[in-house]
């Protein structure tokens, strides 16, 4: 006490002479508050702005789409899809909506070859059917489709302990970042075969798969729960990679086939696949997988193709 009392007007005087100086430093300190509020205000209105503006675009293309014709010639090409025939009328309105839809925003790229009404909407009915069970717009990463007249080659190089492999791969499908290339001679294979294979339901799975970032076999999912996704199909894969290890066979591997069991990826690119080319059979073999499926694409697809009221 008899400290500060002594020294008391040279305190006071220190005290004052800092006034000023602590009243710019909080002014300047109020300053840089106040520009970064300022800035982060802006960055979340110009974000709100692009939202808006993504999603005027988008309502005012849906209704452009919406008010066009389904042309007669494209009706006439669905005819030879077996799925298309059992579709009731109002999934086939709908598909029609998602079919102008998608050959309106996507690219299709010729490789060699000329890109055809045929080709567009024959792709366009099989990723959309995929698609039927969501919310137009959701799930779509697809941009551009690259159509290769039959089997195309694609050189892969990667690094092994420190050794450089280049391998060339023969392909009938591929998919990476929105780009899906598929050959032709494959797709009119699948439909005129009416195989249990189709590479562009495949592909669009991958699509879907790589959705978060990961092509692991497991898409965001919004109706399951990856615990539960998770066990039914790593049990699948295990019991069906067990099985070919015994040199042994199922009905369930017979379905699926080897190449299934290549990767997590490629599984749930296959059971895609079967899921929509024979749904009775996948869910005669795999009931837990069918109800997966059914609930990520939010499809019933053995009932859709069975009921035409
Ligand atoms: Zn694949």
Request: charged share 25%; with cysteine.
């Amino acid at each position: 006490m008899v400290c500060i009392i002594a020294d008391d007007t040279g305190v006071l005087k220190r005290i004052t002479a800092q006034i000023p100086e602590v009243k710019s430093v909080t002014l300047i300190v109020m300053n840089y508050y106040l520009v970064l509020i300022q800035f982060l205000f802006t960055i979340v209105a110009l974000f709100l702005f692009w939202q808006s503006v993504g999603y005027f675009r988008r309502m005012w293309t849906y209704k452009r789409v919406k008010a066009m014709p389904f042309p007669k010639h494209y009706e006439t090409i669905l005819q030879d899809i077996h799925q298309y025939q059992t579709l009731t009328p109002k999934h086939k309105e709908k598909l029609y909506f998602l079919i102008l839809l998608f050959i309106d925003q996507k690219e299709f790229v010729g490789a060699k070859m000329t890109i055809t009404d045929e080709i567009k909407v024959i792709i366009a009915f099989y990723a959309c059917l995929m698609r039927l069970g969501f919310e137009v717009g959701e799930k779509d990463n697809v941009s551009t489709i690259i159509v290769y007249p039959e089997h195309f080659l694609v050189d892969d190089s990667h690094m092994t302990d420190g050794i450089h492999h280049t391998r060339t791969s023969v392909l009938e499908g591929q998919s990476a970042n929105g780009t899906v290339a598929i050959s032709w001679q494959d797709i009119k294979l699948n439909i005129a075969q009416r195989s249990k294979e189709n590479v562009i339901i495949h592909e669009f799975a991958h699509e879907l798969d790589f959705e978060d970032g990961l092509a692991d076999g497991t898409p965001l999912l919004e109706n399951s729960n990856y615990k539960m996704w998770s066990e039914v199909f790593s049990k699948a894969f295990t019991s069906l990679h067990e099985l070919t290890d015994m040199h042994k066979d199922s009905e369930g591997l017979t379905l699926l086939g080897d190449y299934a069991l290549t990767n997590e990826a490629e599984f749930f690119a296959v059971c895609s696949e079967r899921f929509f080319e024979t749904p009775k059979a996948l869910k005669k073999y795999f009931p837990d997988l069918y109800e997966e499926l059914k609930r990520f694409y939010s499809l019933d697809v053995k009932e859709l193709f069975s009921s035409k009221s």
